[in-house]
């Protein structure tokens, strides 16, 4: 019985070899055939990647799914400080959930006087506002006649070395203190020489940050003085951001917002072209000369990283990898080449950098072929932030008669 068994088995088994065989080999047809048709769909994606841009769309994190996202919000731009992209953002998600902004007449809010509710567009047909953000100098009086009680406050700060070069580049032509130095070496070496409080354009020359924070930037600088200004700030502001951090930034905004991963996703608008990095004597010299700045940045910086250690180091080394993941998935299907261009290189005029100055300011070239909503989407996140204002301006006040081109008064800062 038992050999008569195995026999069976035996020829049981031969005959399964060669089927086996013809197994093994029609699977082995299935799967080229199969890699082949994704290969196809891969060529065909890259024409038409439309369901990408949805399909990428990660899913929300934890914590995303158990708070409110906040829609009532008050940022700060400050000048030179990465403001734009953080602007972007903003414009951005209040276009999309058709939030209300409180607009400037033409693009800045009548800088460098300090903020006055009237200088809202059409601020006395509405009580409130939803998202107040363009270039003004911050008076909380003000803006609190404009922003509901539950608003939330931040902003964003720059090491004042840096920032005074970009400054001192940018604002040439329009601050006197930078007008009459020869060049920005001899400017370091003897500001005091070259500034005089008060005279024009000189907010851009010392103290900026102080200044746009509605401080009087001229103060002489003492350990009382400077701990009184951060001591306001803190009291009215929940989050003080850092350009030099820009995406641990963007991850605890996306915390304190609630925001989804994607609304904090952006490209690096209104950069400019590369420069000479400082040297080291230079640095302290700035950092000197903006003594309250400087003083306001070492103490915003130390509350930052508490934060982070708050948040969990980890867990925010993790959420840097997802933004920067999702910035590059976003770029291969937004964007022709992977860095800004010069404006000339830009056809399409709805996205051409507003240039200012001698400086050349970048921007981006946003792919042609895509489908009209992933578009739609990419063009988005590359608009400059004035085009944008008109495009808010336009949809709050349509038909009305919008600053449009005169952009030669109130430029982008
Ligand atoms: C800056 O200007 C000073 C005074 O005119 C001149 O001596 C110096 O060579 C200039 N430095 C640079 C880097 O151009
Ligand atoms: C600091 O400066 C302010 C304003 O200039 C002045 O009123 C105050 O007396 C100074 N405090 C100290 C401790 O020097
Ligand atoms: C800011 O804080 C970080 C972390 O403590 C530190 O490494 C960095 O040097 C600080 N930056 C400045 C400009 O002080």
Redesign the pocket.
């Known amino acids: 019985m038992v050999v008569r068994k195995i026999r069976r088995e035996k020829r049981t088994m031969r005959f399964l070899q060669p089927c086996r065989l013809l197994i093994l080999g029609i699977w082995l047809l299935v799967l080229m055939v199969l890699g082949f048709t994704i290969q196809l769909m891969g060529t065909h994606c890259q024409k038409s990647p439309p369901q990408i841009l949805i399909a990428l769309r990660p899913l929300p994190s934890p914590s995303e799914q158990t708070c409110r996202p906040k829609s009532h919000i008050v940022f700060l731009k400050t000048h030179k400080t990465a403001g734009s992209t953080v602007l972007n953002m903003l414009h951005r998600y209040g276009d999309r959930n058709s939030l209300t902004f409180a607009l400037p007449q033409k693009y800045q809010f009548y800088y460098p006087n300090l903020f006055k509710h009237q200088y809202v567009k059409g601020y006395y047909m509405k009580p409130t506002y939803d998202i107040l953000c363009h270039h003004m100098r911050f008076n909380l009086p003000e803006v609190r006649k404009l922003m509901p009680a539950d608003s939330f406050y931040f902003t964003i700060l720059r090491d004042p070395a840096t920032l005074a070069e970009s400054s001192f580049s940018y604002y040439r032509s329009v601050s006197s203190a930078f007008k009459k130095a ?2 920005f ?2 400017f370091i070496a003897h500001p005091s020489h070259y500034y005089k409080p008060g005279e024009k354009g000189n907010q851009h020359a010392r103290n900026f940050q102080w200044f746009d924070l509605g401080l009087n930037p001229d103060t002489p600088f003492n350990e009382s003085v400077a701990k009184a200004g951060v001591g306001g700030i803190e009291r009215t502001f929940h989050l003080v951001l850092l350009s030099e951090y820009f995406d641990e930034s963007m991850v605890l905004l996306k915390e304190e917002l609630c925001w989804d991963l994607d609304d904090v996703v952006t490209f690096k608008l209104n950069t400019r072209e590369a420069s000479t990095p400082l040297e080291k004597r230079e640095v302290e010299r700035l950092r000197a000369w903006n003594a309250l700045d400087w003083y306001l940045y070492v103490h915003f910086n130390r509350t930052f990283w508490e934060k982070v250690e708050r948040f969990g180091r980890e867990r925010m080394d993790t959420e840097v990898r997802r933004l920067r993941e999702r910035r590059q998935e976003l770029a291969e299907i937004c964007l022709e080449g992977s860095n800004p261009v010069r404006a000339d290189q830009i056809r399409e005029e709805g996205i051409r950098p507003y240039q200012f100055g001698k400086l050349k300011i970048l921007g981006w070239v946003v792919k042609r072929d895509l489908e009209p909503d992933t578009r739609a989407r990419c063009v988005q996140m590359v608009t400059p932030e004035l085009r944008y204002k008109d495009i808010l301006d336009e949809k709050q006040f349509p038909g009305a008669d919008i600053a449009g081109s005169d952009l030669s008064q109130q430029g982008s800062q």
Do not use: A, L, Q, V
């Open positions: 020869p060049n070496t001899e």
